[in-house]
């Protein structure tokens, strides 16, 4: 109804809205946990004689910081695709032209088809592939649209999932190094007398505010990774149960796995376009360049992109 439609749009536009101050706080928050791990906890380690333990946690601190500051960045600067790339169109056109061929040189059947599979967007007036969103909050289709994040101020999806997914693992590995640390310092042995109040009430607030990203982080970690690993998005996931749930309601049998799963290797070197040799690693490395997949799929066409 229109009471329905307008409380939809409210959201959209305070999630608009909340992008900005939440981007700030995102970065505020990572710079603050490296910088009180590195200058109160680091120190009062070294100050308690366990300097190789001081290194590990300063390091792994600031090397997960940057990181992490790193692909927070490029996850909201890069675009997360849309049909209409250059990419994106060569793929569909080349599944157009497929499909005429095999309906006899006839016209308009791939339009005809994507209409009554509710797989073309008015607003955008574009052909929405499979996996492919329209998000009202940045108010374009999304190939491989995973979700609208604020922390970002950008929808994750096929060009910038990499991104996404490494921000919130380094932040993730970066917190449990400081919550490690400041266990340390609040639990472990001190034989070199009392820690000064001011070094110990910084120790306990990062240490606090640390241990609380990594249990919230670490939820969103394991999700992305479990979708990342079995081909999913988290759209196409719920979408997928349902499914499921309807076919089992009628007596039928749903497939064991979803329709774009490949395999745990192959999904997870799809997801961070990473094939080389040293795929297992090169995942989580800094990289500049966004995804160069077209984010095309088609259920007929089999799990692998376009």
């Known amino acids: 109804g229109v009471g329905a439609r307008a409380r939809e749009r409210a959201c959209d536009a ?5 992008g900005p101050p939440l981007f700030a706080f995102g970065v505020a928050l990572v710079l603050g946990i490296a910088r009180e791990t590195v ?10 004689a366990r300097e190789r333990l001081a290194n590990v946690v300063a ?15 490029m996850c909201a600067w890069t675009k997360p695709g849309t049909p209409k790339d250059e990419r994106a169109r060569r793929a569909m056109e080349r599944r157009a032209n497929e499909t005429r061929r095999e309906d006899g040189g006839e016209t308009g059947n791939g339009l005809r088809e994507a209409i009554e599979r509710g797989r073309f967007c008015e607003t955008c007036d574009t052909v929405k592939p499979d996996l492919c969103h329209h998000c009202s909050v940045c108010k374009r289709c999304v190939l491989k649209m995973d979700h609208h994040c604020p922390w970002v101020m950008n929808c994750v999806g096929a060009r910038n999932y990499r991104y996404f997914f490494n921000f919130i693992a380094y932040a993730w590995v970066g917190c449990a190094f400081a919550t490690i640390g400041g266990a340390f310092v609040l639990f472990g042995a001190n034989e070199v007398g009392p820690t000064d109040a001011e070094t110990l009430r910084r120790v306990i607030f990062v240490t606090v505010m640390a241990t609380a990203v990594l249990c919230a982080l670490g939820f969103m970690v394991y999700w992305q990774a479990y979708l990342a690993l079995t081909g999913q998005t988290t759209i196409d996931y719920y979408n997928w149960m349902d499914l499921k749930q309807a076919m089992k309601a009628r007596g039928l049998t749903p497939p064991m796995r979803p329709p774009f799963d490949q395999g745990a290797a192959k999904n997870w070197q799809e997801a961070f376009d990473e094939r080389g040799k040293f795929w297992f690693l090169t995942w989580a490395a800094p990289r500049f360049r966004a995804h160069s997949g077209s984010g095309v799929y088609y259920e007929a066409y089999g799990p692998r992109q376009l």
């Open 39 to 48: 200058d109160a906890t680091a120190r009062e380690l070294r100050r308690r």
């Open 14 to 18: 305070a999630l608009r809205c909340a």
């Open 59 to 73: 390091a792994c601190a600031t090397a997960c910081a940057v990181n992490a500051l790193f692909n927070h960045a």
